[in-house]
Each structure stands twice: as structure tokens, then as C-alpha cells.
């Protein structure tokens, strides 16, 4: 059975840091390219950057120069390191595969940022 567990949300200030993590399966892991997605109340989940297997990476433009996504494949773990965060950046997010996929969304952690 395929899990993603995200982690690592929370509430920060303007200006401030977060990095989630989010442990997947190592049957899904291993071949797919990872991607970090987020839903803020009342809009459309939307992609956030991607990491391939092989360590290529792209952000969205929303986020490019303040988040960085990395993955360590010793631990089937994916992370997502956001730096100077913005109340824009409220939403839950989620990892998944890339492209993702129905069945695999998780709970996601919600960040919480606040001006």
C-alpha cells in the first residue's frame, strides 16, 4: 500500500523558515519523480516544484529563489525547504508523485504564515 506521511508544518512569521519532510514507500520512491503541492482555502491545489530520481528540480514561479526541494533516497524521504515565506504562502501542502496521483494524496501539513 502506497503512503505519503507529510511533516514539518506549522505557524511563522513573515520573513521566516519551515522545512517539511514527507516519507514515502520506497516501491514508489525509488522511480518516480517527487513533487510538493499546496492548497490554500478556496483555491485549486497547485504545483510547488518537482524533483526527479536522478536529482533534477523546478519550482513554481511563485516560489523560485525561496524554496528548495531535496531528497534523500537512503531514507525514501523528500523534502521541502522554504525560506523567506510570505502570507502567501498559507496553504496545506502535499507531496505526491509528478505527475501525481488521485489515489496517493495524503492529509498534508498546514503552514501558517503570518504577517
Known amino acids: 500500500q502506497v503512503q505519503l506521511v507529510e511533516s514539518g508544518g506549522g505557524l511563522v512569521q513573515a520573513g521566516g523558515s519551515l522545512r517539511l519532510s514527507c516519507a514515502a514507500s520506497?516501491?514508489?520512491?525509488?522511480?518516480?519523480?517527487m513533487g510538493w503541492y499546496r492548497q490554500a482555502p478556496g483555491k485549486q491545489r497547485e504545483y510547488v516544484a518537482r524533483?526527479?530520481?536522478?536529482?533534477?528540480?523546478n519550482y513554481a514561479d511563485s516560489v523560485k529563489g525561496r524554496f528548495t526541494i531535496s531528497r534523500d533516497n537512503a531514507k525514501n524521504t523528500v523534502y521541502l525547504q522554504m525560506n523567506s515565506l510570505k502570507p502567501e504562502d498559507t496553504s496545506i501542502y502535499y507531496c505526491?508523485?509528478?505527475?501525481?496521483?488521485?489515489?496517493?494524496w495524503g492529509q498534508g501539513t498546514q503552514v501558517t504564515v503570518s504577517s
Open positions: 524533483i526527479t530520481s536522478t536529482g533534477f528540480t
Open positions: 505526491n508523485t509528478y505527475p501525481p496521483r488521485g489515489s496517493y
Open positions: 520506497g516501491s514508489i520512491f525509488s522511480i518516480n519523480a
